[in-house]
């Protein structure tokens, strides 16, 4: 039998219709959660994955945490990012197991979510997207949530058109465990959210270890910022060869501010001069 001349031309049009349908998968270098659904559903992930797990003790499928108010796949497509974060265990069998501290959340949050929140934050402090926060944001100025959606997406290294709904979820995050504060003018660092940049623009020292991440670059405005994070210390500096200059004006300044303390602990503290001592009279 043969075809009317028009018959290819509608299947190349419902075969090409089809195609246009599949999503190309939007790489990043951070485990992200599913665009797909809010903050809210993962609250509910938690609670179902505590009760169908029996407070943990015994591994669940993903498929098994969806129904009874949460969404079809939301289990499903938020796993990866559960675990990376600390939430959830992965089996060898592919099912997944609630850390202990979620149960914890999961029973303080039966009470108030104020006494759930120090939990959850607790978790979440290693997470690189709290560190995000505690990079760019200040105490005092301001910044648009869309540009800290931007820097996210920035240390993501992914699109922010196309992952934004999944990059407020981690604002979310952000702002339900006390580290972000949400106001009409933009978002601002909590107090003790642990701001390791004054709000002159200057560098400060963080003592507590960090994970590196270096060479981020970010646009705010008509600047260009660069970010390096070590475990020592986090740098956040305007592209301008004044700045660097500036910079290293400060770098030799605290550095005397170093040595100086360094000399006045050595000599208010005997024990340590003498073992210095000893050590120079063994070298010799």
């Not at 089809?18 to 599913?34: A, D, F, N, W, Y």
């Not at 600390?86 to 060898?92: A, D, I, R, S």
């Not at 702002?175 to 004054?198: C, H, M, P, Q």
């Amino acid at each position: 039998m043969l075809e009317s001349p028009s018959e290819p031309f509608e299947r190349s049009k419902v075969a090409g219709h089809q195609k246009g349908k599949e999503k190309p998968r939007t790489p990043s270098s951070q485990v992200l959660p599913s665009e797909r659904f809010p903050f809210k559903v993962h609250l509910d992930l938690f609670k179902r994955f505590s009760a169908l797990s029996h407070n943990g003790t015994q591994a669940v499928e993903a498929s098994r945490i969806e129904g009874e108010g949460v969404p079809t796949q939301a289990a499903q497509l938020n796993v990866r990012f559960l675990v990376s974060i600390g939430l959830l265990t992965k089996t060898e069998r592919g099912s997944y197991l609630p850390s202990p501290e979620l149960i914890r959340f999961v029973a303080a949050r039966t009470v108030s979510d104020d006494r759930a929140r120090p939990i959850l934050r607790a978790i979440l402090e290693p997470s690189w997207f709290v560190q995000v926060a505690q990079s760019v944001l200040s105490p005092i100025k301001p910044l648009r949530a869309e540009d800290f959606l931007g820097e996210l997406a920035i240390a993501a290294q992914t699109d922010k058109m196309k992952k934004g709904p999944a990059l407020q979820v981690l604002l979310d995050y952000l702002s339900y465990i006390g580290i972000v504060n949400a106001k009409d003018e933009g978002l601002t660092l909590v107090e003790d959210g642990r701001s390791r940049f004054s709000p002159s623009g200057s560098f400060d020292v963080s003592s507590s270890p960090r994970t590196v991440v270096e060479g981020a670059g970010t646009i705010q405005g008509d600047n260009m910022w660069h970010m390096i994070q070590t475990e020592d210390f986090s740098l956040k500096i305007r592209s301008d060869i004044t700045a660097i200059d500036d910079l290293l004006d400060h770098v030799q300044t605290v550095r005397r501010k170093i040595e100086r303390l360094q000399k006045a602990k050595v000599s208010t503290n005997p024990n340590t001069k003498d073992a210095e001592t000893s050590e120079v009279m063994v070298t010799q």
